[in-house]
């Protein structure tokens, strides 16, 4: 008859309940760290899933929690981070995107987008998680081009989630294209993808990248991470991600009235890097112009700390240079203590 009765409950909390609520956390690859699958309305491509990675955590939840989310051809690995933001008091999640790192499917093309809005799911998930486990301040933390993603999120969820901070990692906010790639070429790619969504225009090269070997330790960097996940090489783009890409673009640009207090990040210099490598490419950002983050960032509402870090990779949390390195982290915990006080109940 127990039995029974417990079957009988959690087919009742099936039916109440998304079934992402009800999965379970198991050890994840990275030491330290939890995750759990979260399953997704399907797509054009077929079944989809997300990940939430969760630090491991021995006391009960912190009232203050962080969720992080990746770049582009990216996933979370950055263990450093995650420790440094535990250790600072404060709950340490970060989400594995649909198609990228831990829930890329067989049958899906990493990276595949036609609309940003379809992240939209899983951030709202991953929030209500985080909610759930007893966080009453949470912050949201992007990296690139999840940094597009979660600004157009908070805009048109009208920041439902209640999140208390918003911190930026040289968010993608324009394509680092020269003048004419950007009045006449762009155009004509974004007013194609309606004709050819699946047309691959470029990333087919399978040498590894200037910017990957300013991140790996094999070459010029000091990290280590998965290549499958966080290719080192480039990925075919097709047209219908450019166009996605762009569509979030010009609503950043026209500016956003995000209410939040905004930490916007970026190296304090780009370089257009080509050819053998150089020093200099491991003091600067390769992928964006940081005046574009700069200049956009500055638009997504009235509260917006903007800082330049010298000599920090793309990825600022990468950076090989010390003192970049030690800048970031600096900046960043400056940042989230002006928000909270250790009085506050």
């Known amino acids: 008859m127990k039995q029974r009765l417990n079957l009988l409950l959690l087919l009742l909390l099936c039916s109440i309940y998304p ?34 990675v969760r630090h491991h955590r021995e006391a009960r939840p912190a009232r203050r929690a962080l969720l992080y989310v990746h770049g582009y051809n990216d996933y ?27 829930s890329l499917l067989p049958h899906q093309d990493p990276f595949e987008v036609r609309d940003l809005k379809e992240y939209y799911e899983e951030l709202g998930a991953a929030l209500r998680i985080i909610r759930e486990e007893g966080a009453k301040e949470v912050y949201l933390m992007a990296h690139s081009t999840g940094g597009l993603i979660t600004s157009l999120y908070l805009a048109d969820t009208q920041n439902r ?36 969504p699946n047309k691959i225009i ?23 991470y998965d290549t499958r996940l966080k290719k080192d090489c480039e990925h075919p783009i ?5 166009r996605a890409i762009s569509h979030g673009h010009k609503r950043i640009q026209r500016g956003l009235q995000l209410p939040m207090p905004i930490l916007l990040m ?10 053998d490598w150089q020093e200099a490419f491991g ?8 005046e574009d983050i700069q200049r956009y960032g500055k638009r997504l509402g009235p509260h917006v700390e903007a800082h330049r870090i010298p000599n920090g990779l793309h990825d ?26 250790p009085l506050q109940p």
């Open 76 to 102: 979370f690995f950055q263990a450093a981070l995650g420790d440094s933001i535990a250790q600072h008091g404060i709950d340490f999640y970060a989400l594995d995107l649909r198609k990228y790192g831990r």
């Open 19 to 52: 079934s992402e609520l009800l999965a379970q956390w198991h050890a994840d690859s990275l030491p330290g760290y939890s995750q759990r699958s979260l399953q997704m309305q399907g797509d054009y491509a077929g079944a989809v899933t997300a990940t939430l």
């Open 266 to 275: 970026s190296s304090d210099k780009s370089i257009r890097a080509h050819g």
């Open 316 to 341: 600022l949390f990468l950076s090989s240079d010390t003192t970049a390195y030690k800048a970031v982290y600096r900046t960043l915990f400056s940042f989230l203590d002006s928000l909270h006080s």
């Open 238 to 242: 097709r047209l219908s991600w450019v």
């Open 202 to 224: 470029s990333g087919t090269s399978k040498t590894p990248n200037l910017y990957s070997q300013s991140l790996l330790s094999r070459y010029h960097g000091r990290w280590d």
């Open 283 to 290: 003091k600067a950002d390769l992928v964006l112009d940081v």
């Open 161 to 196: 989630d209640s999140i208390c901070g918003f911190i930026l990692n040289s968010p993608f906010f324009d394509f680092n294209f020269s003048k004419v790639e950007e009045a006449v070429v762009l155009p004509l790619l974004v007013a194609s993808a309606g004709l050819f």
